[in-house]
């Protein structure tokens, strides 16, 4: 007898087990009814049962509440990749322990990297200061009080050189977030690797590039979208050939969390930007699975413990059935989701600092438990200036007890199978597709953007939740519960001298009078055409790049061209 | 948000949108004619941007405009930018209705009589 036969139920078989599962729930239904008189005839605490994204949560959860089946919760490394992106997970990397940083100068800097490298760390992150974000070099005016102060100036390929001084670019994997101007900085970044000697073949790491959420969120954008897109599509395709281990976006859900989205509109902005880019990727002509496999992601992990944790999940589910299905992809890696995460800056407060080192443990543990490839965990003295060097360590040593002491990284996606998870799981899907469905409504991303949608929708749950926290209803620790008089702070901060900006402004002549000024302006007509016809505009400004032309020279090449955004300001 | 607040708590604001220079901002202050100029930055350039802003509104004529704020501002640099004239600012953690009572108050102290 053949296997199939042997599986093959009978007509009445098969009556007979549906008979069994209506006897199951049935039973099930009774003995929940029994417990929820129970429960309904015991006084409750006053307190609100929501989550802070607002989502009501039940007192109890059954199996009666999901619908998960092997086909959605699967197995990790496999699709729909619920559990897991890795067949393995933390059983054969754990994930990699990324801290965000920079500040002052190149050289400063610098050496604070090769300090984290040396206490464990096992991946870099460029945090840039606004100028740059913007696109301005250190000795623009717009740039006057601002430069080195959130992060380190870098206005060209010199300072990108000095930044990696003594670090090997083909051995460290690098994450920059920048986004506006991020194809400038990736070729200062790839032209810095090429002086070093290295192929740039090999250069592993990241850049943020993602600009959709930068109308939509963080406002650090210089040309208007379309333009935009079309730069991050010549990033996809240059990337896809000769960095094909560089992931050449992070396509970032934690910039809309922390302007104040809920966990559903994070999970689903996120992934339907995400989506957004493969189109538009799909529409230049290039093969989905040629440049799918390097999109990378970045979430946020908020306070909501269980929330995080299942938005991780569905993110996953989503993004592969989506690829799969819709998009036609056909390589796995495609359809596999993987991302960075940061703890939650908005969620730490200026009363009582010490108290968010322990807001940052729980969230660096839903992070874990929520399969993170990558994870940054915020300092302490987040409300009161970039961190300082023993705020990183005790951050960075969050890290390491979680992974070496709590036993957390033995066995994979350990909450698989719970009921509230799997429900919650199922929720946020739910509500993802919901979110898209508008979306598309209203004619894409594009449009929600112009028509101040996304920006609107957030401002709205920011409210919400900044209303919450100052009637009380919604308990911070130290600042509307348990305060303790004035609250005062008692721990040292980073200052940044203000000399800073008047040595960079002096760097910066020096290399101006010391460059060749024919290549710069050659390099910088060259790109203008480029952008005028449609072409790849990477190496065009890799050419820039290598004859140190500056961020701005750069930026106001394209701009002739490209124009500039008119953020559309509604109020 | 703080905008919204203040909106809400019934008064006229204009608000200028993001990312910009204290030109801008006190050129659209004297145009509107307004009683307050309120700042958010959080960037740590306030030391820059409030004297900055304080200096084009008294060239303006219009040093009877009260400049605020808020943002990430160490107490040292509050004290030090009340000292040079600007109003009070407010730091994380601040209550909308805070805010909105110091102005109110401002106005009553100022506009009184
Ligand atoms: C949320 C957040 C973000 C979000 C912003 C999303 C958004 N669009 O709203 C994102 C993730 C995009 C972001 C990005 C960056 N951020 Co940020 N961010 C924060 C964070 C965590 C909270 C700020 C916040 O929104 N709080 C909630 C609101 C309600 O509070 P608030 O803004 O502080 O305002 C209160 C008071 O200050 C006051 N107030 C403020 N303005 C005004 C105005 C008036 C008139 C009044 C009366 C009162 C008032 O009242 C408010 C209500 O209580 C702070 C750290 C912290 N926990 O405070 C860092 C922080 C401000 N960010 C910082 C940095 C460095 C950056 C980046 C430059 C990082 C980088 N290098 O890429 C980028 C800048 C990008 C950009 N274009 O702005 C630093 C600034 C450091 C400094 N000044 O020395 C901080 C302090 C974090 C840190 N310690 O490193 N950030």
Redesign the pocket.
């Known amino acids: 007898m053949s296997t199939i036969e042997k599986d093959v139920l009978s007509r009445t078989d098969l009556e007979e087990a549906v008979k069994d599962r209506d006897r199951e729930i049935a039973e099930l239904r009774a003995r929940l009814a029994e417990w929820e008189e129970a429960y309904d005839g015991t006084p409750k605490r006053d307190a609100l049962f929501t989550s802070v994204s607002g989502r009501e949560v039940k007192p109890l959860y059954t199996e009666l509440n999901h619908a998960s089946d092997d086909e959605s919760i699967g197995y990790p490394g496999m699709y729909p990749f619920t559990r897991g992106p890795y067949t393995t997970m933390y059983r054969t990397r754990l994930w990699t322990m990324r801290q965000f940083a920079?500040f002052a100068t190149a050289e400063e800097t610098n050496e604070r990297y090769k300090y984290l490298l040396a206490h464990g760390q096992t991946g870099l992150s460029v945090?840039?200061?606004?100028p740059t974000?913007m696109g301005y070099d250190a000795d623009h005016d717009r740039s006057l009080g601002e430069v080195g102060?959130?992060?380190v100036a870098i206005s060209s390929l010199a300072d990108m050189e000095r930044l990696f001084e003594g670090i090997p670019l083909d051995q460290v994997s690098v994450s920059m977030?920048i986004n506006g101007p991020a194809i400038i900085l990736f070729c200062f970044y790839v032209a810095a690797a090429e002086k070093q000697g290295v192929d740039v073949s090999v250069l592993r790491g990241t850049v943020q590039n993602d600009i959709l959420k930068e109308y939509q969120?963080?406002?650090?954008w210089i040309y208007p979208p379309e333009p935009a897109l079309r730069c991050i599509v010549d990033m996809f395709e240059w990337c896809s050939e000769k960095t094909p281990k560089y992931n050449p976006i992070s396509i970032s859900g934690?910039?809309i969390r922390?302007?104040?989205a809920t966990a559903a509109e994070e999970l689903a902005f996120t992934l339907r930007n995400g989506f957004e880019y493969v189109e538009r990727g799909i529409a230049r002509g290039l093969d989905v699975d040629a440049f799918a496999p390097r999109l990378s992601f970045f979430f946020d992990v908020h306070n909501d413990f269980f929330e995080e944790i299942a938005k991780l999940r569905a993110a996953r589910r989503i993004w592969a059935r989506g690829m799969k299905e819709k998009y036609g992809a056909k390589n796995p890696d495609s359809w596999r989701l993987r991302t960075h995460c940061q703890t939650a800056?908005?969620t730490?407060v200026a009363q009582q600092p010490e108290n968010n080192i322990v807001r940052v443990a729980y969230q660096a543990m839903a992070a874990a438990l929520g399969g993170t490839q990558s994870l940054h965990t915020n300092s302490m003295?987040?409300?009161?200036?970039?961190?300082t060097e023993k705020s990183v360590r005790i951050a960075l040593r969050t890290q390491q007890v979680l992974a070496y002491e709590s036993g957390i990284a033995n066995t994979i996606d350990p909450l698989a199978g719970s009921h509230y998870v799997e429900a919650l799981t199922d929720e946020l899907e739910g509500d993802a597709l919901a979110l898209f469905e508008e979306i598309d409504e209203m004619g894409g991303v594009v449009q929600g953007i112009e028509q101040g949608w996304f920006q609107q929708e957030i401002a709205n749950s920011a409210m919400r939740q900044?209303r919450e926290v100052e009637s009380g209803e919604r308990v911070v620790v130290g600042v509307n519960h348990f305060t303790e008089g004035s609250g005062e702070v008692e721990i040292d901060t980073l200052k940044i001298d203000p000399e800073v900006e008047k040595r960079q402004v002096a760097k910066m002549a020096r290399m101006r009078a010391e460059r060749d000024d024919e290549a710069v302006n050659e390099a910088l007509a060259a790109l203008t055409e480029a952008c005028r016809a449609e072409e790849n505009v990477v190496p065009y400004i890799l050419d820039c790049a290598r004859a140190y032309c500056t961020l701005y020279e750069i930026r106001a090449a394209m701009e002739e061209v490209f124009g500039s955004y008119k953020e559309p300001v509604f109020f | 948000?703080?905008a919204s607040a203040f909106r809400d708590a019934g008064f006229e604001v204009v608000y200028t949108g993001l990312h910009q220079t204290p030109e801008m901002i006190v050129n659209a202050a004297v145009q509107e004619d307004v009683d307050v100029v309120?700042?958010?930055v959080?960037?740590?350039a306030h030391m820059t941007l409030f004297p900055r802003v304080k200096m084009l509104l008294d060239e303006a004529d219009a040093d009877h405009m009260l400049l605020?704020?808020?943002?990430?501002i160490p107490e040292d640099d509050v004290t030090e930018l009340e000292r040079q004239g600007v109003g009070r600012l407010?730091?994380?953690?601040?209550?909308?209705a805070d805010?909105i009572a110091y102005v109110n108050e401002w106005f009553a102290t100022t506009h009184a009589g």
Do not use: K, N
């Open positions: 920079g945090a840039f200061d606004f974000l102060v959130c992060g977030t969120a963080q406002h650090a934690y910039h922390e302007a104040g800056g908005v730490l003295d987040e409300t009161l200036a970039l961190p900044q | 948000m703080i309120a700042m958010s959080l960037s740590g605020t704020g808020g943002g990430i407010f730091g994380p953690g601040t209550s909308t805010a």
